[in-house]
């Protein structure tokens, strides 16, 4: 088991850095899950410091105007180097804004990405008070039928975000 932190204070969190007011702030703990789980990484045309970080030869044009960085022969991130990112200081918007406990929040498990899902099955979120429960409970109604694991579990947060955290407000 995994403290996942109290789940209102994370809702909080999520709202702040779906909004670009801050970057998830994840308890890796040297967990690398995600950058070796054969994930494309977006990178937009705006994030002039990631972008002159990272090779050119490592990105590709997607639509929209944004690029994407591949993973390896391995499904690793390129920047992943020694089970560390090479370029952290400098990652792009999508690698500050993932946060796994998305998945846990909205009780799915990403079995399209067998190394994030072990992580998933460990996280436990606190439910300090009944709000926290509420809006817990918010958040995994929340979860649409269709998708993908990630699609599902980030339109259930988003979806989540409102009325949770305006349960969480309730006196």
């Known amino acids: 088991m995994r403290d996942a932190g109290a789940f209102g204070e994370w809702l909080d969190d999520m709202r702040a850095v779906r909004l670009g007011e801050r970057d998830a702030e ?6 690398t899950a995600c950058c070796e789980s054969s994930q494309f990484v977006h990178v937009d045309r705006d994030e002039t410091d990631a972008l002159a970080h990272i090779p050119a030869a490592l990105l590709f044009p997607a639509p929209g105007g944004h690029r994407l960085m591949g993973f390896d022969e391995h499904g690793r991130c390129p920047m992943l180097v020694d089970r560390r990112c090479s370029i952290y200081e ?38 300090p008070t009944p709000a926290d429960r509420a809006a817990h409970d918010a958040v995994r109604r929340a979860v649409p039928a269709g998708g993908s694991a990630t699609e599902r579990a980030l339109t259930a947060v988003g979806r989540g975000i409102d009325e949770g955290t305006e349960v969480l407000k309730r006196p």
Do not use: S, T
């Not at 994840?26 to 967990?31: A, F, Q, S, Y």
């Not at 929040?105 to 992580?119: F, Q, S, T, Y």
């Open 26 to 31: 994840v308890p890796c703990d040297g967990c």
């Open 90 to 127: 400098h990652r792009p918007r999508a690698c500050r804004m993932f946060d796994c406990r998305v998945y846990a929040a909205a009780g799915i498990v990403p079995d399209d990405k067998p190394l994030v899902a072990v992580r998933v099955r460990e996280w436990r979120f606190a439910e």
